[in-house]
């Protein structure tokens, strides 16, 4: 037992590393799951410590049982690649921070374009409000022409009587 802690301790921990690199978490995340494991690493070292005796039933001492200084070392073998991981974390930090940066240059020209889009469309409700006047002028115009009509029919029936077969000649026969 004290053989495996000896060896799959620091690897499992090697595994986070690498695990926490090439994942797509975040790199806090990835961090706090690091410090996690190495905590547990940490007391699962303790707890074996606590649970295996240093002497046998004869009282002579375990010779394989790996001292604290032994697992140390192994932690101090883990802290380049750590480090290395915290080189990395913050390279992901800054290309973040510039992608944030380039990406809210371009939502601040989304935004000029809406806001171009809202004056053009104002611009058009505009035109089409000065069309609707200029359409009730003409509509206006039509009612008098009608009501002109109406008072020619009213002076000239015999015109009136007239009128609807001028509509139904064709060009040619006139």
């Excluded at 004290?2 to 986070?16: F, G, K, R, Y």
């Excluded at 000065?130 to 015999?158: C, R, S, T, W």
């Amino acid at each position: 037992m004290s053989q495996n802690i000896h060896t799959i301790a620091p690897q499992e921990c090697i595994i986070s590393l690498h695990l926490a690199e090439s994942t797509s978490i975040s790199g806090m995340d990835a961090a706090k799951e690091i410090l996690a494991s190495i905590r547990a690493l940490s007391k699962h070292m303790d707890d074996c410590f606590d649970q295996l005796p240093s002497r046998d039933e004869h009282g002579h001492h375990f010779a394989q049982l790996p001292s604290r200084d032994e697992f140390g070392h192994h932690f101090d073998n883990l802290r380049p690649q750590f480090q290395h991981f915290n080189t990395h974390l913050a390279e992901f930090r800054a290309e973040a921070r510039d992608q944030f940066v380039g990406l809210n240059g371009k939502l601040t020209e989304v935004l000029d374009r809406f806001a171009r889009v809202d004056e053009i469309s104002a611009e058009i409700r505009e035109g089409f409000g000065k069309a609707d006047l200029q359409f009730e002028k003409v509509g206006e115009g039509f009612g008098k022409v009608d009501q002109l009509f109406a008072k020619v029919n009213q002076d000239f029936p015999k015109g009136a009587q007239l009128r609807p077969s001028i509509k139904t000649q064709t060009a040619t026969e006139l």
